[in-house]
């Protein structure tokens, strides 16, 4: 990543692709025929490869029930959405509504504390930048429409 004074931010990204490192889709998925072709959902079945950005990027915008197995589809993408989303995209809502559908706060240990750990310094990394590539309004909507609750974005402002 290359954002100024990231440092935090940038370790908080390591530790999702450590998390989950190796993470696929199931085999059996088949996704959304008509919006994801088979070369795209096996790609999404395949360990250790990366996926195109545009690939991910259609991946969490798309509703999460164009998926049989949402959990194992967003963990797949994680890895490469968090940077998408650090750097700046101009719909993370749409892609923090995936997370919030996979039940990111329900995933054991390492996997959940990584999600978690990643929105917490996203938004802190926000509201301490001048001119972040994401707007506070839009990532303060997506850290709560990924985490389904407003409380914790508010304090960490109110810090």
Known sequence: MTLPDADALDRAVERVAKAF?????????????RCFGAEEVALLRT???????DLVRQVARKDPFHWDDRR??????LPQLVVVLAEGDDEPDLMARGLA???????PGEQGAAVAGFL?????????????PVPAYA?????????????????RWAA
Request: hydrophobic share 40%; with cysteine; net charge negative.
């Open 72 to 77: 194992s589809v967003v963990q797949r993408i």
């Open 47 to 53: 360990p250790g490869v990366p996926l195109p950005e």
């Open 21 to 33: 490192e190796g993470v696929t889709a199931r085999a059996e998925e088949d996704g959304c025929g």
């Open 120 to 132: 917490d310094e996203w938004w802190r990394w926000t509201l301490r930048t001048v001119s972040p």
């Open 101 to 107: 559908a996979a039940g990111w706060q329900g995933w």
């Open 139 to 155: 990532v303060f909507e997506s850290c709560v429409t990924a985490s389904s609750s407003v409380v914790p974005w508010l304090r």
